[in-house]
């Protein structure tokens, strides 16, 4: 056996300078965000950074995309302190439902205790985690994050174990998920520019474009979208808006619509959605989604129709303004 390498703990301080200007961001990446959901067993997407939730400000606002809940994370890069504890108690108590993450450097016991305290008297609407960053290297290696956590609700791991086990599906969730598979692994050998999440038991998957509130979205369904009645199924690549700043951003990219769609090579259904915060700009296709024979055309299809909806949209992302 070769000589061993020692690790060797980093400073986060030595890494990120601030926890708004390098903190925040970092965490916000895709990449980083799904570390922090695996550690508390959540499938994380970014909405927002530093955004208002009603009259609250959060860190990063993620949709936990199991169920559409709100996830709050509060950082801070040094020892947990009252403020933020503050901040926690104030989200808690101005939202219906909601978890609530606290990622810091250093956890002391009274806030930790706080923590499981909120757990016990709680329902279950409400969850509170919370956990500890630690950035470690072996010699000149990159640094690695590993997220410890120090609180979680009562039986958590118990609870997401026992659900997920005690699942029902149906034959139609179980065929939306063999067809997602299935496009997974096409996507896997023939696309350099898309990758599908873990294949989920509905009608649509989402794909992430690295920017907040803005992603690709594939559906599979059995409802004709435009006559609006049951056929033997569509299939659809979308371009979908889904945060505070939606609406904006819609009629931003409606400006150049022309330019967008002679880019995508096709006109495209632009829908912005009444009484919702979410808008979409798609193109259909009428298929028979259980000719499992056809699905080799159908991902095909899928496929080319989501990577151009990424190369045509991608492009005007720096120019957009928030609200």
């Known amino acids: 056996m070769g000589k061993l390498g020692r690790l060797e703990k980093v400073n986060p301080r030595d ?3 601030t926890e708004d200007r390098d903190f925040t961001p970092w965490l916000a990446k895709e990449e980083n965000i799904s570390l922090l959901g695996e550690a508390i067993g959540l499938s994380l997407e970014v909405e927002a950074e530093e955004k208002a ?10 949709l936990d995309t199991s169920n559409d809940s709100w996830v709050l994370v509060e950082n801070q890069l040094e020892r947990t302190d009252h403020t933020h504890l503050g901040q926690l108690m104030t989200y808690a108590s101005g939202l219906k439902a909601v978890t609530i993450v606290w990622v810091a450097k250093k956890f002391t016991e009274e806030h930790r205790s706080s923590l499981d305290w909120l757990n016990e008297i709680t329902d279950d609407t ?10 470690w290297k072996i010699g000149d290696s990159h ?16 609870s997401v174990a026992a659900a997920s086990k005690s699942v029902h599906l149906s034959d139609s969730r179980l065929f939306q998920r063999d067809y997602w598979t299935a496009f997974g692994n096409y996507l896997e050998s ?19 474009l690295g920017k907040a509130g803005l992603r690709l979205c594939c559906i599979a369904s059995y409802k004709n979208s435009q006559q609006n009645t049951w056929s033997t199924g569509e299939i ?9 700043n939606a609406k904006s951003h819609y009629e931003q990219f409606l400006a150049k619509k022309d330019i967008i769609e002679e880019s995508f090579g096709e006109k495209l259904i632009w829908h912005n959605l009444d009484n919702q915060k979410s808008a979409r700009v798609y ?18 299809w899928l496929m080319e129709k989501l990577e151009k909806l990424k190369q045509s949209f991608t492009p005007h992302f720096k120019d957009l303004i928030d609200d």
């Open 283 to 300: 193109l259909p296709k009428a298929v028979d989604i259980k000719n499992q024979n056809d699905w080799n055309n159908q991902h095909k």
């Open 53 to 62: 939730v009603g009259p609250f400000r959060a860190d990063i606002l993620c």
């Open 15 to 17: 890494v990120w300078k």
């Open 190 to 208: 023939n696309s350099n520019l898309l990758k599908l999440g873990k294949p989920q038991p509905q009608q649509w998957m989402n794909i992430s």
């Open 236 to 244: 659809r690549a979308e371009f979908y808006l889904d945060s505070i």
């Open 126 to 135: 409400f969850n509170f985690f919370g956990l500890e960053i630690e950035l």
């Open 143 to 158: 640094i690695a994050p590993k997220f410890n956590v120090v609180s979680k609700p009562n039986n958590w791991s118990r």
